[in-house]
């Protein structure tokens, strides 16, 4: 879909075919990341290398398929008296986290969220808050995507898209509607750490390579980065998400602070 998207090509009916010789793909041949290894990381009839990016994703959302499931059933006492409900949750977030890999997926190679599905994210996610909302009588669920969004669109306002793009926006829109408070703050709070020690380490290796054979580029997953290099943001809002509700930390003791309000 990463690939597909913007291309022209139909996400959903067009067959899976190899990008170099145009070969129509066999079921056999589309089996998350053992087709990969089987076929050596090469078409089987042209024997061109296959992007390495089809099986990290692979392997990426399986692991967050796994850590989903684990969330859901594992730590919810008696879920055989909740089994239809947790089901539900179960395919929800699947899909949410799905299309939150394709958006990072995305914008990391082309620093770009494409629009068609951060509002398919939005909109599922605000469904979420109104299941949220009617089911339990929590309305923080629909406050926090305003709020969320508020202080990435003032950066992207005052900036003019220098220090925010408005992808970026419309992503912790999503967020908010997702997690509620507090876990949309720290999910932004996670982003915000581990984009900034990225970034710092990124700095740290392009000055050693300073005087390499790279001539001061970094070489990272077929990127390459230098002083001047631009990081998408997306990817770590997402990575926050994600632990943000897997997690639940409560490190600043918001949850206390907010149920005075």
């Known amino acids: 879909m990463v690939l597909r998207y913007n291309t022209g090509q139909s996400i959903v009916n067009d067959r899976s075919r190899c990008f170099s010789c145009g070969k129509t793909l066999k079921w056999f041949e589309l089996i998350p990341v053992l087709s990969f290894v089987f076929q050596g990381g090469r078409c089987s009839n042209c024997h061109t290398k296959i992007s390495r990016q089809y099986i990290l994703v692979e392997i990426m959302t399986g692991l967050v398929f796994v850590a989903i499931f684990w969330k859901i059933f594992s730590l919810t006492p008696d879920f055989l008296s909740l089994f239809y409900t947790l089901i539900f949750e179960l395919i929800f977030y699947l899909i ?3 299309i939150l890999i ?3 997926v995305y914008d990391y190679k ?3 969220i494409p629009e068609a599905l951060v509002y398919t994210f939005i909109g599922l996610s605000f469904l979420f808050a109104l299941y949220v909302f009617f089911g339990q009588g929590i309305y923080g669920n629909l406050i926090a995507g305003p709020l969320l969004a508020l202080p990435f669109f003032l950066l992207w306002l005052i900036s003019r898209g220098a220090w925010m793009g408005f992808g970026d926006v419309k992503l ?9 408070l507090p876990s949309g703050i720290y999910a932004l709070i996670l982003a915000f750490w581990i984009g900034g ?9 392009s000055a050693i390579s300073k005087n390499s054979v790279n001539n001061g580029r970094l070489l990272i997953l077929g990127k390459r980065f230098t002083i001047k290099s631009e990081i998408p943001f997306g990817p770590f809002l997402i990575l926050g998400t994600l632990l943000a509700f897997l997690f639940e930390w409560d490190f600043l003791h918001l949850k206390i602070i907010l149920d005075l309000f």
Do not use: P, R
């Open 96 to 98: 949410i986290f799905s």
């Open 110 to 112: 082309h620093k770009i």
């Open 102 to 104: 394709a958006i990072s």
């Open 197 to 205: 020690g990225v970034g710092f380490v990124l700095l740290g290796l």
């Open 172 to 180: 912790s829109f999503g967020i908010g509607f997702l997690l509620g």
